[in-house]
């Protein structure tokens, strides 16, 4: 809730710092042997959409902290992953060393990737599979189609009014993004519920049809 003392406080910070300062990107470099990382650090901290830099070596691991103004998940917090994921080091004097990119926005952005390219795999099957399974049960590729058809609306329905619900703030929160993983939970759910409810309803009324032989 907005009246609470650490939303009041999160609100401040983000409001006159940016979104990212509570999402900041953390660059690792691993090596083997002591280099300076000065110059890189001081590329990054002139970046257009950065705000600070903060940075510490610990054994053979670098890792520095980058805070930008982007909102997490948004366009621009994903150009600058894959900005970051592109950085060569031997162009600031550092060699043989690996490097990684972590914290949030890089953990959503791989969690998209990953989704955007299994998700229509998995939906493709599922709808295969309920085709197939509806069709051997009922006799009929119409109701089967029918079934997928009356699911695809249910769970586009459903979502269209989480998104409302959280994106104009009716409820506790107002969020600007619905999580990945929410839709995926939604997903199963409502598909779950409406291949349950379809085979409940058609399996009764071809009961009636075969005991009375009768449609009225």
């Known amino acids: 809730p907005t009246s609470m003392e650490s939303q009041k406080a999160l609100f401040t910070l983000s409001s006159r710092l940016g979104d990212g300062v509570i999402t900041p990107h953390i660059l690792i470099i691993e090596s083997a042997r002591k280099q300076s990382y000065g110059a890189l650090e001081d590329a990054i901290a002139r970046l257009d959409e950065v705000i600070a ?6 054994g053979r691991f670098f890792k520095m902290y980058v805070v930008t103004k982007n909102r997490l998940g948004s366009q621009e917090d994903q150009r600058f992953v894959e900005r970051m994921r592109r950085v060569h080091l031997e162009k600031f004097g550092i060699s043989e060393a690996q490097i990684y ?7 959503g952005y791989d969690l998209l990737k990953a989704i955007g390219s299994k998700v229509p ?10 085709v197939f399974t509806l069709t051997r049960l009922f006799g009929s590729l119409v109701l089967a189609l029918k079934a997928v058809l009356m699911d695809a609306i249910s769970l586009l329905a459903v979502l269209g009014v989480v998104v409302f ?9 107002r969020l600007d993004q619905v999580e990945a993983w929410s839709i995926l939970l939604t997903f199963t759910i409502v598909i779950g519920l409406s291949i349950d409810y379809e085979i409940f309803i058609v399996s009764r009324i071809k009961e009636a049809h075969e005991q009375y032989r009768d449609w009225e």
């Open 101 to 107: 990119l972590a914290g949030a926005p890089a953990q």
């Open 165 to 173: 619900f959280t994106r104009y703030g009716i409820g506790t929160y």
């Open 121 to 130: 795999w998995v939906a493709l099957f599922a709808a295969l599979l309920l």
């Open 53 to 58: 830099t903060n940075s510490v070596q610990q």
